[in-house]
């Protein structure tokens, strides 16, 4: 089945800087990568995904790019700030194939330093 | 307000007790799931369902039922807890299952 590899563990950069957490993924079937946001004491929460169609996505100082070759995917956020400290996770599936089910990296604690 | 709510948030019980945690959306999603969240293991798929009365199991259904009799509703049911099962469990919903999930607020289980 599929299996989801993410790094680091924990991040910790300077308030303004850019962070890069990296995923990668065994199964090629899978068309689907979205990132989720899990702040203190809360649910996970979709920041941006992609789909296998495009190989970067951007949404204002968050983007995502998608290596369908190498199987890897990597979230970027630049121009860190206090409030983007959090957990990360990916999440990559194979919607409409065999399963219908995301499958979730370990994640990465990203501590953003004012 | 578009939610997924669930109860409680916080339970403590002892080995073999049987216990439910509710799991409630209001947006009419088809997709609901059960996930557990544990250090170091990131989040886990214990069951799914993909609509009304259709339910499979994830990745680590042992020990764990559930039922989708409404469309609002996804109880998951720990029928004998054991300590192994304590952890922070998370429902999800969405419109369709390769759709944006939306995630309940959690519920932390202690098992004694």
């Known amino acids: 089945g599929e299996n989801v590899e993410q790094h680091p563990s924990t991040l910790s950069v300077q308030e303004g800087d850019s962070a890069v957490i990296k995923c990668t993924y065994s199964?090629?079937?899978?068309?689907?990568f979205p990132w989720y946001k899990q702040e203190l004491g809360k649910g996970p929460q979709l920041i941006i995904d992609?789909?296998?169609?495009?190989g970067e996505k951007k949404d204002q100082r968050i983007a995502v790019t998608l290596n369908k070759t190498a199987k890897h995917f990597s979230l970027h956020i630049t121009e860190t700030q206090p409030e983007d400290s959090a957990v990360y996770f990916c999440a990559a599936s194979s919607y409409g194939g065999a399963t219908n089910k995301l499958i979730f990296g370990t994640g990465t604690l990203l501590a953003v330093q004012p | 307000e578009a939610q997924v709510t669930q109860n409680p948030r916080y339970l403590i019980t002892v080995t073999g007790k049987k216990l439910t945690v509710t799991c409630s959306q209001n947006?009419?999603?088809?997709?609901m799931s059960w996930y557990r969240q544990d250090p170091g293991l990131g989040l886990r798929q214990i069951y799914y369902?993909?609509?009304?009365?259709?339910?499979d199991k994830g990745d680590v259904p042992e020990g764990y039922k559930v039922s989708r009799k409404e469309k609002r509703n996804f109880p998951l049911i720990l029928e004998s807890p054991s300590p192994n099962q304590t952890s922070l469990y998370f429902c999800a919903s969405s419109l369709i299952s390769r759709e944006t999930q939306y995630f309940g607020p959690g519920t932390r289980l202690l098992v004694l």
């Open positions: 947006m009419n999603h088809e997709y």
């Open positions: 199964d090629s079937a899978s068309n689907y």
């Open positions: 992609i789909r296998s169609n495009v």
């Open positions: 369902s993909m609509n009304v009365e259709v339910t």
